[in-house]
């Protein structure tokens, strides 16, 4: 029988819900169990496609093509577990499917309501991710207890026990411990407040987990032990983390809490093995190299906006044992002050996926710098169609070329609708969207670094590049070394005289992990690196040079 785990949060939003739910999917991976995992977001959009990355931080894509939260790039990147639509779930998604089958009369002339048919239909979205092959679901719910569209998924996580048996479900709450430096104290009470929000809606936590900047003393941990009615044992500490998320598994297996989720829920398990993992831990601890990359995007202040790129610089840092310094460059700023002033000094120059004309002109400037300095540079979907549209203006000299999506207009559409998208007329989930497969030339760079002809990516665009320019570009040294089996869809391209320079439609910033790099990123921070070592060599010799002639 599947068992069953929900994680709440409270006292504040940010807490890392996210992350502790991924961490705790992976402790469980590691003592052998089979885990999945899925999120429910309070929000009634009906996914997080259509909102801005301001509101909402990335969105994360799926290989069956669901827009999805971020959260779910954290469920990927730390466990096996397979994600599919069933993995996120909005107050929108939930009416949508409730009040469809309304208007097919299949509540039969009932009257329908929150319960039990919206919390009915909650509880249907949890069991569907139960199977004989799944040991464990976690079931992160969004938001912080306390606010109304949270309430109900609460309720029908409470109901869910009654219907397997509380002794199949585990309730894992998360809090924050603030330090009061005035008071030289930590704070329980808020922590206190959220348990008795959730105990009124008739939840009682198994197990907390207590964010928090300093260590817990045993007197505060005694103390939201009695006042939340949870063991001592079970209250957990999960203090900041100074270096890398990755290193937040490593902190709950320090408070035996794979040991207190075996044990509360009856699992039979293996024994735990991290070694791998602190190892991983270790290697971004102590880097040996170092390398800057310049990432120019439109949503540089978010924290959130382009994390799944982020991780995977991080990523090809572990691998190449590098510390990767990001300088977040905002396009408009490249446009401002010009490419050579913000990014001087940089070693490998990133530009992510976007949408609309806003920042496009920093972009194609930031892109014009790095192919004519041969500074590495990796473009990821709309970085390669503003890669496509500097190469057409600066290097063939279509002075009018431009994407249709920022000039419905302009004289050369080198990137613009297919006739598929011209027909679609809703915004929400009507991109080219998921995993699609990609052919990889022979002998190019990318089919180097993948070691693969035939490869398979993540898509979330509605404009391609302009087929009626393919001649002319090649004509002029651009490589279209990656395109759909078929060869219609240009995927990839590449220019060979430059050290570096790859762009392309898909996302592989969404298959990345910690413990398998992306090739594309390994290659791209490798490259960067290299540049790097040359100018450092570079120099040395000049100073070296200097020295001899006084
Ligand atoms: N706006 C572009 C398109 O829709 C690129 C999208 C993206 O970068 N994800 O094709």
């Known amino acids: 029988m599947t068992k069953h785990i929900f994680v709440t949060g409270g006292v504040v939003s940010s807490l890392g819900k996210g992350l502790t739910a991924a961490s705790i999917g992976m402790l469980l991976e590691h003592r052998g169990l089979r885990v999945r995992l899925q999120k429910f977001d309070p929000y009634i959009n009906v996914d997080p496609g259509t909102m801005d990355p301001y509101q909402h931080g990335e969105v994360y894509v799926l290989d069956d093509g669901t827009e999805t939260d971020l959260d779910l790039g954290h469920y990927e990147r730390f466990t096996n577990a397979p994600l599919t639509r069933d993995c996120n779930f909005t107050t929108g998604r939930i009416y949508e499917s409730v009040i469809r089958k309304e208007r097919k009369g299949a509540y039969k002339g009932q009257t329908v309501q929150v319960i039990p048919h919206v919390t009915d239909e909650i509880k249907a979205a949890v069991r569907k991710l139960a199977a004989d092959d799944v040991d464990v679901v976690i079931t992160e719910i969004g938001g912080t207890v306390g606010d109304i569209e949270g309430l109900p998924f609460l309720e029908a996580i409470r109901q869910f026990a009654l219907d397997v048996g509380k002794h199949n479900c585990l309730y894992i709450h998360l809090t924050l411990i603030p330090y009061l430096k005035a008071a030289g104290e930590a704070k329980t009470k808020p922590t206190q407040h959220s348990v008795e929000r959730l105990r009124q809606i008739g939840i009682q936590p198994d197990i907390l987990i207590c964010r928090t900047e300093r260590e817990l003393s045993k007197e505060a941990t005694d103390k939201i032990a009695l006042f ?27 408070n035996h809490l794979d040991e207190l989720i075996v044990e509360k829920l009856g ?43 982020y991780e995977a610089l ?4 572990i691998a190449l044992a590098t510390r990767v310094v990001v300088r977040r460059v905002e396009a408009e700023e490249v446009e401002r002050e010009g490419a050579e002033r913000v990014l001087g000094g940089v070693d490998g120059i990133l530009v992510p996926g976007g949408f609309n004309y806003r920042g496009v002109g920093g972009k194609i400037e930031a892109i014009r710098y790095a192919r004519e300095k041969h500074v590495p540079f990796f473009g990821i979907c709309l970085g390669l169609q503003c890669a496509v549209i500097e190469f057409a203006r600066n290097v063939i000299g279509l002075e009018d070329a431009d994407s249709t999506e920022m000039n419905p207009r302009c004289g050369h559409p080198v990137v613009c609708l297919l006739d598929a998208q011209f027909a679609i007329t809703e915004l929400g989930g009507t991109m080219r969207l998921g995993s699609w497969p990609c052919q990889l030339v022979e002998g190019s760079r990318v089919r180097a670094v993948y070691g693969s002809g035939l490869v398979k990516e993540r898509h979330r665009h509605r404009y391609e590049f302009n087929n009626q320019y393919r001649q002319q570009f090649a004509a002029h040294g651009m490589a279209f070394t990656g395109t759909t089996p078929d060869g219609k869809l240009v995927e990839m391209i590449e220019l060979p005289e430059h050290p570096w320079f790859v762009a392309v439609q898909c996302h592989p910033e969404f298959r990345s992990k910690p413990t398998q790099v992306h090739p594309l990123f390994r290659g791209f921070v490798e490259a960067s690196l290299k540049r790097r070592e040359a100018r450092k060599k570079a120099e040395a010799a000049r100073s070296r040079a200097a020295v001899s002639t006084t």
């Open 314 to 317: 991080d990523h090809a840092g």
């Open 267 to 309: 699992l039979r398990a293996q024994p735990l093995d991290m070694n791998g993992w602190r190892t991983l831990v270790q290697r971004i601890i102590n880097p040996v190299h170092e390398t800057t990359i310049a990432v120019v995007g439109k949503y540089i202040k978010h924290q959130d906006a382009y994390k799944s790129i």
């Open 228 to 254: 939340c009615n949870v063991e001592p044992r079970a209250v957990i500490e999960e203090r900041d983390k100074t270096f890398s998320i990755y290193e937040v598994p490593i902190s709950l297996v320090e």
